[in-house]
């Protein structure tokens, strides 16, 4: 296995290759259950029913877990995808950017949409794609940690009447063993309410804004007292407990909370919407330490691997499309150009 490479394959076969326990962290978006189709043979997909595409995708994390270190994690993406009713855009394939989850996540082939309705779906239904997986991954072994939504504030608009526009996805956080790396003070994000930075040039600690700091729960748990849940800097004025309610905050930082609202992002280059940067570069910087490896087997336009060098993290790369290859590859090097590697 070479580092800051990008491979050119069938992720599962390539994957196979790799020895056990080398890489320290993946993150990774597959393709789209039955949302576009690469022009690729063997491409993940495009399979007749969502059962076959999920034990596809188990069949590839299921190396990913082998060449992860036993403290390795898995951060993964993946949205959901409607049963069709062969009716309306389905008719059109060639159109289906314009329509429901063609928008949803650009790629370098043709659209495509769910044209048949599985076996026990309805038409219209919402399949359950990412809940699917994130269970079928679980039974495989890996600890299911977290789901993370991602919102996306400049989603696609849709012209549906009869459900609201979707403005998220998944990202589920798995790891291979009860314990993980997980850098939490590395994602940690600024506190609401609080003045989080101090004047340019001052000295001294981060003092919290008191009066943006709501004193709750009073009257509403146990009636009173100090249990705070991370909700409030003081919970009660009339009680002091040493065991409950917050720590004095010197920093304006707190833990990161489970809804990132990141942009969808373009690469000037693809010409169609990518990774955003801002969305795994939590992810990496918390599963992955100074130096580690971390591995996207679905590597796409490139986006985790200039991230992770820009992280001063190494790469390892895979996708079967060739024209993402020369694609990822250009990206990388132009990253690792300026970064002078």
Not at 9 to 36: A, M
Not at 278 to 299: E, M, T, Y
Not at 317 to 335: A, W
Request: proline share 6%; net charge positive.
């Amino acid at each position: 296995m070479e580092l800051n490479k990008i491979y050119c394959g069938d992720s599962l076969t390539v994957l196979k290759t790799f020895p056990p326990q080398s890489i320290n962290c993946c993150v990774t978006s597959p393709p789209y259950y039955c949302l576009r189709d690469y022009g690729v043979d063997g491409q993940i997909g495009l399979e007749e029913t969502p059962e076959e595409y999920i034990d596809r995708l188990v069949e590839v994390f299921r190396e990913v877990k082998r060449i992860l270190k036993d403290d390795g994690t898995l951060w993964l993406n993946i949205a959901d995808s409607y049963a069709g009713s062969g009716k309306g855009s389905a008719n059109y394939p060639e159109n289906a950017a314009k329509y429901k989850q063609g928008t949803n996540k650009g790629m370098l082939g043709k659209s495509k949409v769910v044209l048949k309705t599985p076996d026990g779906l309805k038409p219209k239904d919402l399949i359950g794609i990412p809940w699917m997986l994130a269970f079928a991954l679980r039974a495989d072994g890996w600890y299911l940690r977290q789901d993370i939504i991602w919102h996306k504030p400049n989603c696609m608009p849709e012209s549906v009447k009869d459900r609201c526009t979707k403005a998220h996805e998944y990202i589920f956080l798995l790891s291979k063993s009860r314990r993980y790396y997980h850098d939490a003070e590395a994602i940690k994000e600024p506190c609401v309410g609080t003045n989080n930075q101090l004047p340019a040039g001052s000295k001294g600690t981060f003092k919290p804004n008191s009066r943006l700091r709501q004193k709750g729960n009073r009257k509403t748990f146990r009636g009173g007292g100090t249990y705070t849940q991370g909700n409030s800097f003081e919970n009660s004025s009339s009680k002091e407990n040493e065991t409950h309610g917050n720590k004095p905050n010197h920093d304006g930082l707190r833990n990161k909370r489970s809804v990132w609202t990141v942009a969808t992002a373009q690469f000037k280059e693809a010409h169609f919407a990518t990774f955003p940067p801002d969305l795994i570069k939590p992810c990496i910087l918390a599963g992955c330490s100074a130096g580690g490896i971390v591995i996207d087997p679905f590597i796409g336009s490139g986006t985790v691997g200039q991230v992770a060098l820009e992280n001063n993290r190494n790469f390892v790369g895979i996708d079967l499309n060739p024209d993402y290859v020369g694609l990822s590859e250009r990206r990388v090097s132009n990253v690792q150009m300026v970064l002078g590697r």
